[in-house]
């Protein structure tokens, strides 16, 4: 239900029943899906901005024959202050984002991005850093 809720600011409302820990002044697009088992691991700082279609997933786990080579893995994702993911982004367990960084739409961020940077691609690497004022 939060995901298509039509008003943004109840999208974040219903978000936050979940347990997903999310600042003030961020929005929070349509069809987000946020992690379901571990939503509480999930933190997004204030003013941040989460575009629509976007995955953030903190666990991963092999299938039943590849559990031995992939382990379950369950780790935190941070979305910094001010962070920009822009449509259709993926982004996956362990991974924080910088602040002030900006990811471009349809990235796959495996690993952390510094902040006040703008990251593409898949995976999503670093393509320009910009000057702290």
């Known amino acids: 239900m939060a995901s298509n809720f039509p008003v943004p600011s109840w999208r974040v409302k219903l978000h936050r029943m979940r347990g997903i820990n999310i600042g003030i002044d961020v929005y929070i697009g349509y069809d987000v899906i946020f992690d379901r ?71 796959v961020v495996t690993k952390s991005i510094p902040p006040n940077c703008v990251a593409v691609g898949i995976p999503a690497k670093v393509i320009k850093q910009f000057s702290v004022e």
Do not use: M
Not at 37 to 59: K, M, N, Q, W, Y
Not at 82 to 104: D, M
């Open 37 to 107: 088992i571990h939503p509480e691991l999930i933190t997004i700082d204030d003013f941040a901005e989460i575009g629509d279609r976007c995955i953030i997933s903190v666990h991963s786990r092999g299938s039943l024959l590849l559990r031995d080579r992939y382990p379950r893995s369950v780790q935190p994702v941070n979305i910094g202050k001010g962070a920009w993911v822009a449509p259709a982004c993926i982004i996956l367990q362990g991974v924080t984002i910088g602040e002030k960084t900006v990811i471009g739409t349809g990235a």
